[in-house]
């Protein structure tokens, strides 16, 4: 990330909320932004979040500390939201690891 190192979490609960996702993410560093993405009509979490912390390392070690833990009840996945591979004309997106190529 151009200006800091974004997670993805999936398999949250439905009823997670911002409070939740930082009290287990902050143990590993400072968070520097934290997004969960809501359903409009029941106002409840969609299943997953995204987390951007300042340092790489702060990242990498929530990643080994939490993919595969429970968070209120369920276990969640954590990745990298986003990263390049050795080309620099493709980009990958969380757990799919899906290939895009960019316009």
């Known amino acids: 990330s151009v200006e800091g190192w974004v997670l993805i979490i999936t398999g949250c609960h439905e009823e997670a909320v911002e409070d ?3 009290d287990a993410f902050s143990e590993y560093g400072q968070v520097k932004n934290i997004h969960v993405n809501l359903d409009r009509r029941s106002g409840f979490c969609k299943g997953y979040a995204l987390v951007e912390y300042r340092d790489k390392s702060e990242a990498q070690d929530a990643i080994n500390a939490l993919h595969g833990t429970e968070l209120l009840g369920k276990m969640i996945k954590v990745d990298w ?7 620099g004309d493709t980009f990958e997106c ?7 190529k960019r316009r």
């Open 20 to 22: 939740d996702i930082r």
């Open 81 to 87: 939201a986003f990263s390049t591979t050795s080309g």
């Open 94 to 100: 969380g757990q799919s690891r899906k290939k895009v």
